[in-house]
Antibody, heavy 113, light 107 residues
Framework: EVQLVESGGGLVQPGRSLKLSCVAS????????MTWIRQAPGKGLEWVAS????????YYPDSVKGRFTISRDNAKSTLYLQMNSLRSEDTATYYC??????WGQGVMVTVSS | DIQMTQTPSSMPASLGERVTISCRAS??????LNWYQQKPDGTIKPLIY???NLQSGVPSRFSGSGSGTDYSLTISSLEPEDFAMYYC?????????FGGGTNLELK
């Protein structure tokens, strides 16, 4: 059974950093692109970052480019999202997804002083 | 960026009713269109990929169609568990973008 379990969320002050993790199981992790998606409270879904199966290429929308870094450790079947210079508008539930066909349960990030 | 316009934003409906949700892209997306269901607890369930292909385990009352810029999700006969939020998403070109959502609620 495919499982994606996010962790690392919490309350953080504006301008600080936070690193999310997503542990994958039930499939060959290094065969798949992985992606982070977020959803602000009461809002829709927004693509945040994607990474190729080898980790050799990464992709971001302009809203997070230069502040967020997606990475992966294929030996640990784990996906990461390093979030720096956090802003109040980054407050959201963050989901990891395997090529959009399996999703984790999400982890909440709140950016507030 | 490709804008995805989903209509309606809210849809009251009854058990057993047939409903259709529409999604229009600001430019052609070559059928690279997914549909998702989201429950109030936040759980996201992929329903359909590449316009019309059901994800594994999705009931056959769900179907998708469309081409070019216009796509739709149809539920042939609503069951109690179908009342939820629905989102479309294009993956033709980056940035991957989502529709604003349709809240399918019990009338």
């Amino acid at each position: 059974e495919v499982q994606l379990v996010e962790s690392g969320g919490g309350l953080v002050q504006p301008g600080r950093s936070l690193k999310l993790s997503c542990v994958a199981s039930g499939f060959t992790f290094n065969n798949y692109w992985m992606t982070w998606i977020r959803q602000a409270p009461g809002k829709g879904l927004e693509w945040v970052a994607s990474i190729t199966n080898t980790g050799g290429s990464t992709y971001y929308p302009d809203s997070v480019k230069g502040r967020f870094t997606i990475s992966r450790d294929n030996a640990k079947s784990t996906l990461y999202l390093q979030m720096n210079s956090l802003r109040s508008e980054d407050t959201a539930t963050y989901y990891c997804t395997r090529r959009f066909d399996y999703w984790g349960q999400g982890v909440m990030v709140t950016v507030s002083s | 960026d490709i804008q995805m316009t989903q209509t309606p934003s809210s849809m009251p409906a009854s058990l057993g009713e047939r409903v259709t949700i529409s999604c229009r892209a600001s430019q052609g997306i070559s059928n690279y269109l997914n549909w998702y269901q989201q429950k109030p607890d936040g759980t996201i369930k992929p329903l359909i990929y590449y316009t019309s292909n059901l994800q594994s385990g999705v009931p056959s009352r769900f179907s998708g169609s469309g081409s070019g810029t216009d796509y739709s999700l149809t539920i042939s006969s609503l069951e109690p568990e179908d009342f939820a939020m629905y989102y479309c998403q294009q993956y033709d070109s980056s940035p991957w973008t989502f529709g604003g959502g349709t809240n399918l609620e019990l009338k």
